[in-house]
Protein backbone atom coordinates (compact mmCIF):
# COMPACT_ATOMS: atom_id res chain seq x y z
CA UNK A 1 0.00 0.00 0.00
CA UNK A 2 1.70 3.71 -1.19
CA UNK A 3 1.37 5.90 0.89
CA UNK A 4 2.48 9.99 1.35
CA UNK A 5 3.23 11.32 4.21
CA UNK A 6 3.72 14.75 5.10
CA UNK A 7 5.26 17.17 7.85
CA UNK A 8 6.29 20.50 8.36
CA UNK A 9 3.36 23.00 8.46
CA UNK A 10 2.97 24.74 11.65
CA UNK A 11 2.46 28.71 12.86
CA UNK A 12 4.51 31.16 11.35
CA UNK A 13 4.59 35.44 11.26
CA UNK A 14 4.11 37.04 8.45
CA UNK A 15 7.65 37.12 6.60
CA UNK A 16 9.16 33.61 8.06
CA UNK A 17 9.74 30.47 6.71
CA UNK A 18 8.27 26.47 6.38
CA UNK A 19 9.36 24.03 5.24
CA UNK A 20 7.54 20.73 4.45
CA UNK A 21 8.38 17.61 3.64
CA UNK A 22 6.55 13.98 1.63
CA UNK A 23 8.02 10.81 1.88
CA UNK A 24 6.91 7.90 -0.27
CA UNK A 25 6.29 4.79 1.49
CA UNK A 26 5.39 1.00 0.32
CA UNK A 27 5.69 -0.69 -3.31
CA UNK A 28 6.14 0.82 -6.02
CA UNK A 29 8.26 0.83 -9.34
CA UNK A 30 9.19 4.78 -9.51
CA UNK A 31 7.47 8.04 -8.90
CA UNK A 32 6.63 10.47 -11.69
CA UNK A 33 5.82 13.95 -11.29
CA UNK A 34 4.83 14.99 -7.36
CA UNK A 35 3.68 18.19 -5.98
CA UNK A 36 2.21 20.37 -3.68
CA UNK A 37 -1.22 21.51 -3.52
CA UNK A 38 -3.14 24.15 -0.95
CA UNK A 39 -6.50 24.90 0.28
CA UNK A 40 -7.77 27.82 2.40
CA UNK A 41 -11.23 27.92 3.51
CA UNK A 42 -14.28 28.55 1.28
CA UNK A 43 -11.75 28.10 -1.77
CA UNK A 44 -10.95 25.65 -4.36
CA UNK A 45 -7.95 23.35 -3.90
CA UNK A 46 -4.80 24.97 -6.25
CA UNK A 47 -1.82 23.64 -7.23
CA UNK A 48 0.89 25.54 -5.60
CA UNK A 49 3.94 24.11 -7.47
CA UNK A 50 5.18 20.55 -8.91
CA UNK A 51 8.49 18.89 -10.05
CA UNK A 52 8.87 16.01 -12.62
CA UNK A 53 11.39 13.18 -12.37
CA UNK A 54 14.00 15.51 -14.23
CA UNK A 55 13.56 18.37 -11.93
CA UNK A 56 11.41 20.47 -13.92
CA UNK A 57 9.34 23.03 -11.99
CA UNK A 58 6.19 24.83 -12.28
CA UNK A 59 4.96 27.50 -9.80
CA UNK A 60 1.74 29.68 -8.84
CA UNK A 61 2.49 32.37 -9.74
CA UNK A 62 1.60 34.19 -6.91
CA UNK A 63 4.38 32.16 -5.13
CA UNK A 64 7.24 32.38 -7.39
CA UNK A 65 10.25 33.77 -5.87
CA UNK A 66 9.54 32.92 -2.68
CA UNK A 67 8.70 28.74 -2.85
CA UNK A 68 10.82 26.61 -4.08
CA UNK A 69 10.40 22.76 -4.49
CA UNK A 70 12.38 19.63 -4.80
CA UNK A 71 12.86 16.20 -4.73
CA UNK A 72 15.39 13.97 -3.62
CA UNK A 73 14.26 10.35 -5.49
CA UNK A 74 16.58 8.37 -3.37
CA UNK A 75 14.49 9.29 -0.35
CA UNK A 76 11.16 9.08 -2.46
CA UNK A 77 10.54 12.52 -0.72
CA UNK A 78 9.54 16.24 -1.86
CA UNK A 79 10.44 19.06 -0.64
CA UNK A 80 8.49 22.85 -0.21
CA UNK A 81 10.84 25.37 1.01
CA UNK A 82 8.37 28.57 1.57
CA UNK A 83 10.06 31.88 2.60
CA UNK A 84 8.68 35.31 2.73
CA UNK A 85 5.43 34.06 4.05
CA UNK A 86 2.05 36.09 3.79
CA UNK A 87 -0.96 35.93 5.44
CA UNK A 88 -3.06 34.82 2.43
CA UNK A 89 -0.91 31.50 2.11
CA UNK A 90 -2.45 30.15 5.10
CA UNK A 91 -3.86 27.11 3.88
CA UNK A 92 -4.06 23.26 4.35
CA UNK A 93 -1.08 21.98 1.95
CA UNK A 94 -1.24 18.45 0.51
CA UNK A 95 0.95 16.96 -0.85
CA UNK A 96 0.49 14.91 -4.33
CA UNK A 97 2.72 12.25 -6.25
CA UNK A 98 1.84 10.04 -9.75
CA UNK A 99 3.55 7.10 -8.96
CA UNK A 100 4.04 4.17 -11.85
CA UNK A 101 2.95 1.11 -9.58
CA UNK A 102 3.97 -1.33 -12.70
CA UNK A 103 4.93 -0.79 -15.71
CA UNK A 104 1.89 0.36 -17.45
CA UNK A 105 -0.10 1.18 -14.15
CA UNK A 106 -0.03 4.41 -12.08
CA UNK A 107 -2.42 6.47 -9.89
CA UNK A 108 -2.20 9.85 -8.04
CA UNK A 109 -1.44 9.92 -4.12
CA UNK A 110 -2.51 12.30 -1.74
CA UNK A 111 -0.88 13.15 1.63
CA UNK A 112 -2.85 13.55 4.84
CA UNK A 113 -2.83 17.38 5.16
CA UNK A 114 -0.81 19.98 6.77
CA UNK A 115 -2.06 22.79 8.25
CA UNK A 116 0.23 25.94 7.19
CA UNK A 117 -1.15 29.49 9.52
CA UNK A 118 0.98 32.69 8.82
CA UNK A 119 -0.16 35.09 11.32
CA UNK A 120 -0.20 38.82 10.00
Known amino acids: QVQLVESGGGLVQAGGSLRLSCAAS????????MGWYRQAPGKQRELVAS???????NYLDSVKGRFTISRDNAKNTVYLQMNSLKFEDTAVYYC??????????????WGQGTQVTVSS
Open 26 to 33: GLFFSINA
Open 96 to 109: NANIRLVIGRENDY
Open 51 to 57: ITIGGTT
